[in-house]
């Protein structure tokens, strides 16, 4: 049976490549002892290109078609053969067949964390990850500076090489972005393009082409996360609400207080301390502020936490009443306009005579 092919191979020569595969690059054409009549035919698919070697040197190449080999379209391989007016059957060559279709999904990513340095955060670590698409953009330097003499070259034996290309050039762009970290994410398709078109030169080298190049993902450390998280959240929230909110919170907390209606009202004054120290924090301005004293024998109205609820305003000789009906004592919270926060009625110089005409408790 051998035999039969063999005679059969002396009569006939028929070079083609039929691709099953999604990921070879390279596959030489075996014939025996590569011998190539004169006249034999050479087809060549799209997506294919057949690079003739002599001897180790790469010879003529063909893009896809159809063609009877003659000296008209070997004009390296006569030269390099010596051939003036035709060569005579059979001649030796290599035939390799070089897939330049896109090579798609490639994956990438960074085995170790890169480390930048962010003006907020200082340095921190990021990983990222993502696919690439490959081309052979030229088969002859191709073959020369990657394949060699391999018979079937594929996407695995070169893969982790072009991995590293890629880190080496993402970790470049992300060093040289100078973005600030929560920004990485909304932009990856300028990071993409940007890393894809030095990468792309990069494999210019080796007759490589990235048609393709995309980071699906840019993560932080967790903790850093969640501070952008938080910064995030405090740069949309309205203050004012926010205060009004915790105060709302301080009062439901001190209303379920056992110690009653005092507690009740100093986790309201609480509550509104803290709401006011929260939004002067955040506007900028100081919490040391000092205010200037009241005017002497002015009017006001009061307001005054009673179980756990404002009631008022009332006026002062109100507030008289309330003291001899034990509704209002010293602890009591109240507020007037002019006022930062809630304080205890007993501790107003302009409220404190209110209380010098009551008695004490009587003994038990």
Do not use: C
């Amino acid at each position: 049976m051998n035999l039969f092919k063999k005679l059969r191979g002396e009569f006939i020569d028929i070079i083609e490549w039929l691709d099953p595969s999604n990921n070879t690059l390279v596959y030489r054409f075996e014939r025996y002892q590569n011998e190539i009549k004169n006249g034999a035919q050479l087809t060549v698919r799209e997506g294919q290109v057949a690079v003739f070697v002599n001897e180790g040197q790469i010879a003529d190449v063909f893009t896809p078609g159809m063609y009877t080999l003659t000296t008209q379209n070997l004009p390296i391989l006569s030269t390099l053969k010596g051939w003036k007016y035709g060569f005579d059957s059979p001649f030796k060559a290599e035939v390799y067949f070089v897939s330049t279709r896109n090579i798609t999904d490639q994956k990438w990513g960074t085995r170790n964390p890169i480390i930048l340095n962010d003006l907020r955060f200082g340095m921190l670590e990021i990983r990222a990850f993502g696919t690439y698409v490959i081309r052979v953009q030229n088969a002859a330097v191709f073959l020369k500076e990657i394949v060699g003499t391999d018979g079937h070259f594929t996407t695995e034996e070169i893969s982790e090489q072009l991995r590293s290309m890629i880190v080496t050039q993402f970790t470049d762009a992300a060093g040289e972005a100078k973005l600030p970290i929560e920004n990485y994410a909304s932009n990856v398709n300028e990071i993409s393009k940007y890393v894809q078109e030095v990468t792309d030169a990069e494999f210019a080298k080796f007759g490589l082409q990235v048609p393709q190049f995309l980071i699906e993902n840019v993560s932080m450390p967790p903790e850093v996360k969640e501070e952008i998280f938080e910064l995030s959240r405090l740069n949309a929230i309205d203050l004012d609400k926010l205060a009004k909110l915790k105060a709302a919170k301080a009062m439901e907390k001190a209303a379920e207080n056992d110690s009653g209606t005092a507690g009740a009202g100093m986790g309201m004054g609480m509550g509104f301390a803290m709401a006011n120290q929260m939004g002067q924090t955040f506007s900028g301005k100081p919490t040391n502020e000092t205010t200037p004293p009241p005017i002497p024998n002015a009017v006001y109205s009061y307001y005054v936490a009673i179980d756990g609820q404002q009631k008022g305003p009332f006026a002062t000789h109100i507030l008289k009443e309330m003291v001899l009906r034990n509704e209002l004592t010293r602890e009591t919270l109240v507020w007037r306009k002019g006022m930062e926060n809630w304080a205890s009625a007993g501790q107003l110089n302009e409220l404190s005579s209110l209380f010098e005409s009551v008695p004490p408790p009587i003994p038990e």
